[in-house]
């Protein structure tokens, strides 16, 4: 079946990186395109990041524009998040999905980041 396994999370302070991974299986994932989402305490879920299959488009929402940057290896059937200058704002919870609502994602990985 499909599935979706996130790695990666931790606790960073501010201004740190991270990198989580998305290790998908149970469908041709070099021909989806693949979106990673995030929830914070208390609020909804939110879109954060788009890549076509190909791994040659992308796009990101203003909230995380320059800090973030998705990518993936289709030959390793695996998604990719690199986050850079992190914010306490970006402490959260963090899926992938296969769509940009987060309809069906994995278990997710958690992102704290302290000031």
């Known amino acids: 079946q499909v599935q979706l396994v996130e790695s990666g999370g931790g606790v960073v302070h501010s201004g740190g990186s991270l990198r989580l991974s998305c290790a998908a299986s149970g469908f041709i994932f070099g021909s989806a395109a693949m979106n990673w989402v995030r929830q914070a305490p208390g609020k909804e879920l939110e879109w954060v990041a788009w890549?076509?299959?190909?791994?040659?488009?992308?796009r990101y929402p203003d909230s995380v524009k320059g800090r973030f940057s998705i990518s993936r290896d289709n030959n390793n059937n695996t998604l990719y998040l690199q986050m850079n200058s992190l914010k306490p704002a970006d402490t959260a919870l963090y899926y992938c999905?296969?769509?940009?609502?987060?309809?069906?994602r994995g278990r997710g990985t958690p992102v704290t980041v302290s000031s």
């Open positions: 890549i076509n299959s190909a791994g040659i488009v992308t």
């Open positions: 999905a296969t769509d940009p609502t987060g309809s069906f």
